[in-house]
């Protein structure tokens, strides 16, 4: 019983991974043709992320825009992600990026609370969240039909003897 849960949890998890990074590599190539709008940066901040071993930094744009009457904020500046851990490469989008600065940013008609400004680009990491999240689902499937069919077997063994000693 243990392995059957531990699969289905390994495929939820798989196919999870999977799922968020495929949305995340989908909205990256399909935002550019997204309709546009003129927001506004509300915060310009890095984000310093300390761990035990390790500092690394994060840039935070806010912005806002509206979409007919209603107003949003969204800090997304691409789907591909910006955030690769070093100082400059932070500072580079608060500069690039102060606040009150005027942005044109793509909104998803659909929800045009899903927005981006740098749209176009996924990034690497969304690529192998989604093939790892993929092969961890495949592989989770692969291992439950295994016991399955693992079951099965043992089950049909277990009846013939009692089928071969009732005809007698």
Known sequence: MMKWLMGLMLLVFGAGLAFSGGRMVYR???SP???????????????????KRSVSFHPEVRYRYAVGSEVFTSDTLSFGGNDSGV??????????YPSGAKVTLH?????????CVECGSAGVANYVVTL?????AVVAAA?????????????????????AGAAR
Request: glycine share 8%; charged share 20%; proline share 6%.
């Open 28 to 30: 990256s190539q399909v």
């Open 107 to 115: 909104y998803q008609p659909s929800d045009p609370s899903v927005s």
């Open 132 to 136: 790892g999240g993929a092969a961890l």
């Open 33 to 51: 043709g997204w309709p546009s709008v003129e927001g506004t940066v509300t915060s310009s901040t890095v984000e310093t992320l300390r761990s």
């Open 143 to 163: 291992g439950l039909l295994d016991m399955a069919r693992a079951s099965r077997k043992e089950k049909a063994r277990a009846q013939q003897p009692a089928r």
């Open 87 to 96: 100082l400059a490469d932070a500072q580079y989008y608060t500069r690039h």
